[in-house]
């Protein structure tokens, strides 16, 4: 018997023996331990896997908190996108370019600045724009009964209306022609810019004029005063534009300018526009201009615009 052992069990009701084998024993010893340590690798899992879990959660608020930053860095981004396609969009519209809205922006951006950039070198060398503050216009280019003579002629200019002294500027760059009087034609004084390619301009009744001839003038330079000299019936700006000494009206070139680019090549039918804006535009930048003429000169025309600024 010595590989067994006895438990005694006392109650109410005497005493109760029971005989168990060793080897239960240990065995009831192995599990108590088992079962100990089991519930030791249990607490500390749980005490490890919620560090874990907090390491985890921290790390996910800060990702968060990065991925809210991007998304805040992507939105304005995309706001700084959509605001430069809708000024790009409104440039284009502008100039008149028709392009692609399929093409990147950088592109779109190149070319509308290289567009812009054509029309305002060409709008610098062929007149455009009103030589005084436009006040509106007191008598327009063709035949009329002359105030004075009351012949019928052909009025070669248009009349703009302008005060005495009214400061007079140039509308292209251009060389002085002549400057001094000229009487026999009633301008009384007048100056005469040559602005290259063909095109000349003519300021008549002046009161003042403040270049010589030969001086070189840019667009916008001051050049002379109006005034009521030479046969005239009270102070305005006679004005004419000529190409190769045909008399156009002045009325198309005076309100020209980048917003209604192509309207005067629909306009002016006196001037053969395809070959020179080529010429003008090869000149500026090499094999990029013909494609810019030909998009600019087969547009359509638009209508009139109701105000001249």
């Given at each position: 018997?010595?590989?067994?052992?006895?438990v005694t069990i006392r109650d109410e009701n005497g005493h109760r023996l029971f005989t168990i084998h060793k080897k239960i024993k240990h065995?009831?010893?192995?599990a108590i331990v088992a079962a100990v340590l089991l519930f030791i690798a249990g607490v500390w899992s749980i005490?490890?896997?919620?560090?874990?879990?907090?390491?985890?959660?921290?790390?996910?608020?800060?990702?968060q908190a990065v991925n809210t930053h991007l998304e805040c860095k992507i939105a304005e981004r995309q706001t700084e996108l959509?605001?430069?396609?809708?000024?790009?969009?409104?440039?284009?519209?502008?100039?008149?370019?028709?392009?692609?809205?399929?093409?990147p922006l950088a592109h779109k951006v190149e070319l509308a600045q290289m567009t812009s950039q054509e029309r305002s070198f060409l709008l610098r060398l062929i007149?455009?724009?009103?030589?005084?503050p436009y006040k509106g216009i007191s008598s327009k280019f063709g035949y009329r009964k002359h105030?004075?003579?009351?012949?019928?002629?052909?009025?070669?200019?248009?009349?703009l209306r302008a005060k005495m002294k009214t400061p007079i500027y140039a509308t292209a760059d251009a060389v002085v022609e002549f400057a001094g009087s000229r009487n026999t034609k009633g301008y009384g004084r007048l100056i005469i810019l040559d602005h290259t390619y063909g095109f000349k301009t003519y300021y008549g009744h002046l009161n003042k004029i403040i270049v010589k001839n030969g001086q070189f003038v840019k667009k916008?330079?001051?050049?002379?005063?109006?005034?009521?000299?030479?046969?005239?019936?009270?102070?305005?700006?006679?004005?004419?534009?000529?190409?190769?000494?045909?008399?156009?009206?002045?009325?198309?070139?005076?309100?020209?300018?980048?917003?209604?680019?192509?309207?005067?090549?629909?306009?002016?039918?006196?001037?053969?526009?395809?070959?020179?804006?080529?010429?003008?535009?090869?000149?500026?930048?090499?094999?990029?201009?013909?494609?810019?003429s030909r998009a600019s000169v087969q547009v359509s025309p638009k209508s009139p615009a109701k105000t001249i600024h």
């Amino acid at each position: 018997m010595k590989n067994f052992f006895t438990v005694t069990i006392r109650d109410e009701n005497g005493h109760r023996l029971f005989t168990i084998h060793k080897k239960i024993k240990h065995l009831l010893s192995i599990a108590i331990v088992a079962a100990v340590l089991l519930f030791i690798a249990g607490v500390w899992s749980i005490f490890y896997f919620n560090g874990e879990i907090a390491t985890l959660k921290s790390e996910k608020r800060a990702l968060q908190a990065v991925n809210t930053h991007l998304e805040c860095k992507i939105a304005e981004r995309q706001t700084e996108l959509d605001e430069a396609n809708s000024r790009i969009d409104a440039i284009e519209m502008l100039i008149g370019l028709s392009v692609p809205q399929d093409i990147p922006l950088a592109h779109k951006v190149e070319l509308a600045q290289m567009t812009s950039q054509e029309r305002s070198f060409l709008l610098r060398l062929i007149p455009n724009g009103s030589p005084v503050p436009y006040k509106g216009i007191s008598s327009k280019f063709g035949y009329r009964k002359h105030p004075i003579t009351h012949k019928r002629e052909l009025h070669r200019g248009t009349d703009l209306r302008a005060k005495m002294k009214t400061p007079i500027y140039a509308t292209a760059d251009a060389v002085v022609e002549f400057a001094g009087s000229r009487n026999t034609k009633g301008y009384g004084r007048l100056i005469i810019l040559d602005h290259t390619y063909g095109f000349k301009t003519y300021y008549g009744h002046l009161n003042k004029i403040i270049v010589k001839n030969g001086q070189f003038v840019k667009k916008g330079e001051l050049i002379g005063y109006s005034g009521n000299s030479g046969r005239s019936n009270g102070p305005h700006l006679h004005y004419e534009v000529r190409f190769i000494q045909r008399s156009l009206n002045p009325y198309w070139f005076i309100k020209w300018n980048i917003q209604n680019y192509d309207e005067i090549f629909a306009k002016i039918k006196k001037v053969p526009w395809k070959p020179l804006v080529d010429a003008v535009m090869q000149k500026r930048s090499g094999s990029l201009m013909p494609m810019l003429s030909r998009a600019s000169v087969q547009v359509s025309p638009k209508s009139p615009a109701k105000t001249i600024h």
